[in-house]
């Protein structure tokens, strides 16, 4: 069982459109959780950490629900520069590493 | 802003040499970290680094890899004897003592081996 799933996409959406991401973590006792882009053939960085209560950065929004374990991140008004590689990644409690989904494509098209 | 450095952006090798591939964490930060991506693959964690010895490790960092902080700024991971099958992209990061474990890395070393 992959320890954080994702749908590979990928997600063709017009400029302005609203983007729904979804992930799903296997360790219950997972206990950080981030969004991270990833542009091609470029490092990881970070989009924005994932809180209990949910949280927003302008067109971003992230949520998290403990009981089900997952994920979700939704981007609103798509921007050309939306275009990317979507990474949920977890961090299990004690441990040092990140863990990283497989990533969803996402292309803004004009 | 502060930024993770690496060098070289790519290396080329044959099978069975020995790389070296270096990384400049941001200054303040105490963790230090090795991840890879084989092309068209997820990141995958390697290994962690604080206060001068490995503080975790995966099962991909076996006896042919090895870590060091050998002065005050960088940060080296060693391949002793490459295999075509560690031909990736060798992600470094780094991050603070605080409680959010956010990452933040430094733009690859994409290593060929031949």
């Known amino acids: 069982r992959k320890e954080v799933e994702q749908d590979p996409g990928p997600f063709n959406v017009p400029e302005g459109a609203t983007v729904a991401f979804n992930c799903t973590y296997s360790?219950?006792?997972?206990?950080?959780f981030f969004w991270y882009r990833q542009d091609c053939r470029k490092e990881p960085k970070l989009l924005m950490s994932v809180y209990s209560s949910g949280n927003e950065d302008g067109r971003f929004t992230a949520q998290l629900n403990r009981a089900s374990q997952y994920i979700s991140l939704l981007i609103r008004d798509s921007k050309l520069s939306d275009s990317a590689t979507y990474l949920c990644?977890?961090?299990?409690?004690?441990?040092?590493?990140?863990?990283f989904g497989s990533g969803t494509r996402l292309q803004v098209q004009p | 802003e502060p930024e993770v450095t690496q060098t070289p952006s790519h290396q080329v090798t044959q099978m069975g040499q020995e790389v070296i591939l270096r990384c400049v964490p941001i200054?303040?930060?105490?963790?230090f970290y090795w991840y890879r991506q084989i092309l068209g693959q997820k990141v995958e964690f390697l290994v962690s680094f604080y206060n001068n010895e490995i503080s975790e490790k995966s099962e991909i960092f076996d006896d042919q890899f090895s870590v060091e902080r050998p002065d005050g700024s960088n940060f080296t991971l060693k391949i002793r004897s490459t295999k075509l099958e560690d031909s990736a992209m060798y992600f470094c990061?780094?991050?603070?003592?605080?409680?959010?474990?956010?990452?933040?890395f430094g733009p690859g070393t994409r290593l060929t081996v031949l």
């Open positions: 200054s303040n930060h105490l963790y």
């Open positions: 990061a780094s991050r603070t003592s605080g409680t959010t474990d956010t990452q933040y």
């Open positions: 990644v977890v961090n299990e409690a004690g441990r040092r590493a990140l863990t």
């Open positions: 360790n219950s006792a997972s206990q950080s």
